[in-house]
């Protein structure tokens, strides 16, 4: 599903430059459940925006599906993200004056599809999430676990052939974390191709493999 060859990333800084990825070679498996894990600044996250289109690297090529994304134009990359790509980030990331079916359906906005379809995709993602009766809620009448929840189902809402997490429980207490790591699974036993980035050894115990970089390298 994706093969990244001898990716390489380095930022500006006030004396030159710092390498964040210094030569990553990495596949992932259609179905595959792949942790990345790392201290802080240990290049992860770089890595996770580079595999979903976000963030060109330096060098080095990635392919998903047998695409070089990165030789797609702006207008390419953004729509194979789209169709292809489902994010969930540490702060959920969700518009706090829509509804929870609103956030949902966001990822179905630029698609040729009518409104009552995006709804019914969206109640049926949300379902999936355990949170059926939540629909008409704004987030702030939410729960952190329940807005994690929401942020899944509008990942997954498009059917995206992979599921890219940075951080997914890192605002969450230890018990919703292992509920929102039991959607992962569950995700994941349905088929679903995973790639997760985290810090916490808890999390790691729910993927098929771990991955570990240590100052953008492999370990």
């Not at 169709?83 to 969930?88: A, K, P």
């Not at 709804?119 to 109640?123: D, I, P, S």
């Not at 509008?154 to 995206?160: E, F, I, M, T």
């Not at 771990?210 to 492999?218: M, N, P, S």
């Given at each position: 599903?994706i093969t990244?060859?001898h990716?390489?990333?380095e930022?500006?800084?006030?004396e030159?430059a710092?390498a964040?990825?210094?030569?990553v070679?990495?596949?992932?498996?259609?179905?595959?459940?792949?942790?990345?894990?790392?201290?802080?600044?240990s290049?992860k996250s770089t890595?996770?925006?580079?595999?979903?289109?976000m963030c060109?690297?330096?060098s080095?090529?990635?392919?998903?599906?047998?695409?070089?994304?990165y030789?797609l134009d702006?207008?390419?990359l953004?729509?194979?993200?789209a169709?292809?790509?489902?994010?969930?980030f540490?702060?959920?990331?969700l518009v706090p004056y829509?509804?929870?079916?609103?956030?949902?359906?966001?990822?179905?906005?630029?698609?040729a599809?009518?409104?009552a379809e995006k709804?019914?995709?969206?109640?049926d993602?949300?379902?999936?999430?355990?949170?059926?009766?939540?629909t008409?809620r704004l987030?702030g009448?939410?729960s952190?676990?329940?807005?994690e929840r929401v942020a899944i189902a509008?990942?997954?809402?498009?059917?995206?052939a992979?599921l890219?997490?940075?951080?997914?429980t890192?605002?969450?207490?230890?018990a919703?974390?292992?509920?929102?790591?039991g959607?992962?699974?569950e995700l994941?036993?349905?088929?679903?191709?995973?790639?997760m980035?985290?810090?916490?050894p808890?999390?790691?115990h729910y993927?098929?493999r771990?991955?570990?970089?240590?100052?953008?390298?492999?370990l």
């Open positions: 599903m990244a060859h990716i390489t990333k930022y500006p800084s006030g030159g710092v964040a990825l210094r030569g070679d990495l596949t992932v498996e259609t179905g595959e459940f792949v942790c990345i894990m790392g201290q802080s600044g290049g890595l996770l925006t580079i595999l979903g289109g060109h690297p330096g080095g090529s990635v392919e998903v599906d047998g695409t070089a994304i030789r702006d207008n390419g953004a729509d194979f993200r169709r292809h790509f489902g994010f969930i540490q702060s959920f990331h829509l509804t929870a079916q609103e956030n949902v359906m966001l990822p179905l906005a630029p698609l599809m009518a409104a709804r019914r995709l969206a109640n993602a949300l379902a999936r999430m355990g949170l059926a009766g939540c008409g987030p009448r939410l952190g676990g329940e807005q509008r990942a997954v809402v498009n059917r995206p992979i890219f997490a940075d951080e997914p890192g605002n969450l207490d230890s919703t974390s292992d509920q929102v790591m959607l992962f699974t994941h036993q349905a088929g679903q191709t995973i790639v980035v985290t810090h916490n808890d999390n790691g993927a098929q771990t991955i570990r970089l240590k100052d953008g390298l492999l």
